[in-house]
């Protein structure tokens, strides 16, 4: 279930060295895109299911068990790779916030993998309970809380080598790249590896790998990602060519796979949205 709530931001909050701003807990993530970043603080962290991160010009993957820190103003863009992309945010800020960060040699933006994601968890989970509560003293309770999530980073996560994830994973987002623009093409796996430069059993391997999920469910998930949009913005537009635009030519076959990954037909869909 998911729980979101925003702090009482008063003067008497802002001089606290931590100071919660936003929490949420299982929220289903959105595609995020800011290029100026936020004012403040953020961690987001994956709780089920991955997403990708973009973030001066690279692309990471982030999985189950890390998660994103990021510094105020610092543009950015995320969104869900696999089917449900489950997070737990929150928004921070303090004066003792980025003294905090040098100190344990955290200086910018990055994914962090964490050793022990349910404690963060049960902090976070503390923090809403706190919330619940609404007592005229919580501010002094969320900064108590806060430090001590703070405090399970410099003991509890290690930084990825992002020459290490760049390696690993460039020639998936190359690939995952091309779909992204060429869902209404046909696209075929042999293609596919012939442009990174791989064979189409290890592409295949290395994709699941870093993703979760199979080549063929991300060209599915992308057209039909761009088919419920089209249905919904063009309802003048019949669903046949809506399927060719889409990379269906046959609009039966386009039939049977929305219904079968949306659990109702193309028509249904457009009806009830």
């Known amino acids: 279930m998911e729980k979101v709530f925003f702090t009482k931001y008063t003067e008497q909050n802002i001089k606290l060295p931590f ?11 959105e595609y995020i895109n800011r290029p100026s970043g936020l004012p403040l603080f953020q961690w987001i962290q994956a709780v089920k299911g991955s997403g990708l991160l973009e ?19 610092v543009g950015h863009k995320y969104y869900g790779v696999s ?12 004066y003792g916030i980025k003294g905090f960060f040098e100190n344990i040699g955290i200086e910018q933006s990055g994914i962090y993998k964490l050793n022990n994601p349910e404690k963060v968890a049960e902090y976070m ?10 007592s005229r003293m919580e501010m002094y309770d969320f900064s108590r809380v806060l430090y001590d999530i703070l405090l399970e980073f410099p003991k509890s996560t290690t930084i990825p080598n992002e020459k290490f994830i760049q390696n690993q994973n460039n020639k998936v987002h190359l690939v995952m790249d091309y779909i992204n623009q060429h869902y209404n093409e046909p696209i075929v ?10 064979s189409k059993e290890y592409l295949c391997q ?3 790998k870093i993703n979760g999920f199979s080549i063929f469910d991300y060209i599915t998930d992308v057209r039909l990602a761009n088919a419920k949009t089209l249905l919904i913005t063009e309802r003048n537009e019949k669903i046949k060519n809506i399927s060719r635009l889409c990379g269906y030519e046959d609009v039966s076959y386009f039939g049977m796979v929305f219904k ?14």
Not at 57 to 67: D, R, T
Not at 83 to 94: A, L, N, P, S
Not at 189 to 198: F, G, H, T, W
């Open 125 to 134: 989970e503390e923090l809403f309970l706190i919330h619940t509560r609404d």
């Open 206 to 208: 290395l994709f699941k």
């Open 19 to 29: 100071v919660l701003y936003a929490l949420g807990l299982n929220h289903r993530q």
């Open 55 to 73: 973030i001066d010009n690279k692309q990471y993957v982030v999985e189950e068990g890390s998660g994103i820190i990021f510094f105020p103003n």
């Open 189 to 198: 796996l042999s293609d596919l590896a012939e442009k990174v430069q791989l």
């Open 83 to 94: 089917k449900e992309w489950i997070v737990h945010f929150m928004c921070f800020t303090g």
């Open 260 to 273: 079968k990954k949306e659990g109702l037909t193309p028509a249904k869909f457009r009806e009830l949205h």
